[in-house]
Every structure is written in C-alpha cells, then in structure tokens.
C-alpha cells in the first residue's frame, strides 16, 4: 500500500487568507508544541524555542551563538564569510515569520524576545561582515524589526504590569530609534518617521484609554531637563518605592 505524502487535508481544512498572518500553536505527535504558518500553497511549521527549524548548528543553540563562538575562538579580527552570510539571512528569516506569527497569536513576550535575537544578530552583522552592502541590506530593515520589538514589549507590558509600564516601553523604544536616527545622521527625519508616530499614537492611546498622565518616569526625564535635580531625586525615591512594592508582592 503506498504511503500518503501528499498535504492536501491539511490545505484544505485550513484556508489561506492574503494579506493576513495566519497562524496557530498545535500538538505535535510527540507532544511538544509547535507553531505553524499558512502560506499560499504551504505550510511552515517552526520550533517555539531557539532556531524555529529545530536546528543546532554546528551544536549551537542558534547558528547567531555559533558565530559568537567563533569570535571568541577567532579573535576580534573574524569576518563573516559568504556562505556564514549565506546562513546568516536564513536564521533572520526564520525569526521574522515566527515573529509574525507570535504578534498574530498576541503572544506579545514571545515575539519581543525574537526581535531581540534578530536586533542583536544585526549588531554583529554590522560589526563583523566584511561587505558593507549586504550589512546595509540589513541595516534597512532595522526599524522595522525594533518596531516590532516596541510594541510588543509594551503590549507585553501591558498585560503583565499596566499601562505605567507600558508607556515606559515606548518611550525606552523611541530613545532607541532616536540614537538610530542619530547614527546615520538623520535627526531631522526622526518626529515625521511613520513607524515613530505610530509608537507616539500608541503610547497617547493608553494614555487615553487607561486615564494615565505623566509617568513617574516621564516626570524625572522632564526634571533632569530642567536641571531641578531636588525633584528628581524625590521622583527617584518614589520609583524605588514602587519597584520594591513590586518585588515584595511577587509574581501576579
């Protein structure tokens, strides 16, 4: 009897929509859970931890550890070679698609910390790649992917802490795209940026939405800038205060 390889139940049972993620966490046969995205005439089904292939290169945990490896093996004058680079651009694929798919899921803490992965792998792209037009072709998409890592820090944040917290995350993300902006000499374009002003109509829409006014934190930046160091040092205190309100209530 020939065996069945064919996808066509799966297909079938599960319509692609365009221009949406479609995307959902099942029971692998063995268990663990695993996450799968619907793409036009596929399937991709990807690990919920580490490389979302299942894969360790070379024993490492993602093939980004094991380039840091070979740095500390190597010595500061290590340089991606082509094919490094080759396998490089897959490993931030596959963090791009489970990152879509964990802002669909609104798994929130899930898709900030493969956005980190990829933030951090960019930064030694930039640092370690010997052709500066392939770091490029990476540098550009940069703002995207820390936008990506705002919002979900602070929906994230949201959800765990409240909407304080929340404002806190975006406005530590927009300090980031700020000295971005800053590294290539383009101040002048950060306040009309679009992905800057969604952040900013996010951060006003909790405001809105939960009745928040100025943050503790918002209020100590504003106190620096004005050199009143007395008040910000009272605002310091009462930070403190809350954090080990935090830490003394525990987790929930």
């Not at 609104?106 to 392939?134: I, N, P, Q």
């Not at 000499?185 to 002003?197: G, I, P």
Request: negative net charge.
């Amino acid at each position: 009897m020939a065996i069945r390889r064919d996808i066509d139940p799966l297909l079938q049972k599960w319509e692609f929509r365009p221009g949406e993620v479609n995307a959902r966490l099942v029971k692998a046969r063995d268990g663990r859970e695993v996450l799968q995205m619907r793409v036009d005439m596929g399937v991709l089904q990807m690990e919920t931890d580490l490389r979302p292939d299942g894969v360790r290169p070379n024993g490492a945990e993602t093939y980004y550890d094991y380039l840091v490896g070979e740095v500390i093996r190597e010595g500061g004058s290590f340089r991606l070679s082509k094919e490094q680079c080759a396998e490089a651009d897959r490993e931030f694929v596959q963090y791009y698609h489970r990152r879509l798919c964990w802002l669909s899921l609104r798994e929130y803490a899930r898709a900030a910390r493969d956005a980190d992965h990829s933030l951090a792998f960019m930064d030694f792209v930039r640092e370690h790649s010997a052709d500066e037009e392939w770091t490029l072709s990476h540098e550009q998409y940069r703002p995207f992917v820390l936008f990506h890592r705002v919002q979900a820090a602070a929906l994230a944040a949201l959800q765990d802490g409240g909407p304080e917290r929340a404002i806190a995350e975006i406005n530590t993300g927009l300090a980031r795209f700020r000295e971005l902006f800053a590294r290539y000499d383009a101040e002048e374009q950060y306040s009309s940026d679009e992905l800057v002003r969604r952040l900013e109509e996010m951060r006003e829409g909790v405001r809105q939405r939960y009745e928040v006014g100025e943050t503790l934190h918002e209020q100590l930046a504003e106190a620096v800038r004005a050199e009143n160091y007395e008040l910000a040092a009272q605002i310091r205190d009462r930070i403190r205060g809350q954090a080990r309100e935090r830490n003394a209530a525990g987790p929930g």
